[in-house]
């Protein structure tokens, strides 16, 4: 069974950069397959952040690609998101996902999520 | 940039068929935006109902089912049970890796 975890500060100032990493158990991340960040706003609806392949191809949000950086570490089967320049509006709930490879548009595992409050 | 839309809201008698859609603020939804559902109660992480516009995820009930219709990608629930009060997010593939959410849509069973 696949699953992803989430961790980080749970509070991160303004300016500052936000670092998350999702651990993945029950599978090799370089089997294959994409790895992706979404968030939700309190109250609000999912938003994609971006996603990156085993091999370290990365493909972002075009709203956010300016301040997103995805990187993957297969020797500890994880993955990781940094935001830099946050402000309030980058709190949220961040989820980790599996996404299917090749045509596969979707995400088939989920993390739990974890909340990144941005406030001084 | 182009926007995802979704009914902010919709309800539904138990029993009853509900179909939600899934459309583009310029153009029309087809098979190459290869659109997904998901469905999530409040402080649960999202669970996927449909990918590739109609194939079922493990495990999920065929009281779901994924389709084009028209121009928009949509999602039919067939007797809809109290515990189908969620939000439902559909997401469309854009091209060179990027996905786009939906606004979601908050379904009522009653």
């Known amino acids: 069974q696949v699953q992803l975890q989430e961790s980080g500060p749970g509070l991160v100032k303004p300016s500052e950069t936000l670092s998350l990493t999702c651990a993945v158990s029950g599978y090799s991340i370089s089997s294959g397959y994409y790895w992706g960040w979404i968030r939700q706003p309190p109250g609000k609806g999912l938003e994609w952040i971006g996603s990156i392949y085993h091999s370290g191809s990365t493909y972002y949000n075009p709203s956010l690609k300016s301040r997103v950086t995805i990187s993957v570490d297969t020797s500890k089967n994880q993955f990781s998101l940094k935001l830099s320049s946050v402000t309030a509006a980058d709190t949220a709930v961040y989820y980790c996902?599996?996404?299917?490879?090749?045509?596969?548009?979707?995400?088939?595992?989920w993390g739990q999520g974890t909340l990144v409050t941005v406030s001084s | 940039q182009t926007v995802v839309t979704q009914e902010p809201s919709f309800s539904v008698s138990p029993g009853g068929t509900v179909t939600l859609t899934c459309g583009l603020s310029?153009?029309?939804?087809?098979?190459?935006?290869?659109p997904s559902w998901y469905q999530q109660t409040p402080g649960q992480a999202p669970r996927t109902l449909i990918y590739s516009t109609n194939t079922r995820s493990s495990g999920v009930p065929d009281r779901f089912s994924g389709s084009i219709l028209g121009n928009k990608a949509a999602l039919t629930i067939t007797g809809a049970q109290a515990d189908d009060e969620s939000d439902y997010y559909c997401?469309?593939?854009?091209?060179?890796?990027?996905?786009?959410f939906g606004g979601g849509t908050k379904l009522t069973v009653l």
């Open positions: 997401v469309l593939y854009m091209g060179s890796g990027i996905l786009v």
């Open positions: 310029s153009g029309s939804v087809s098979t190459s935006y290869y």
């Open positions: 996902a599996r996404r299917g490879s090749s045509r596969l548009y979707y995400f088939d595992y």
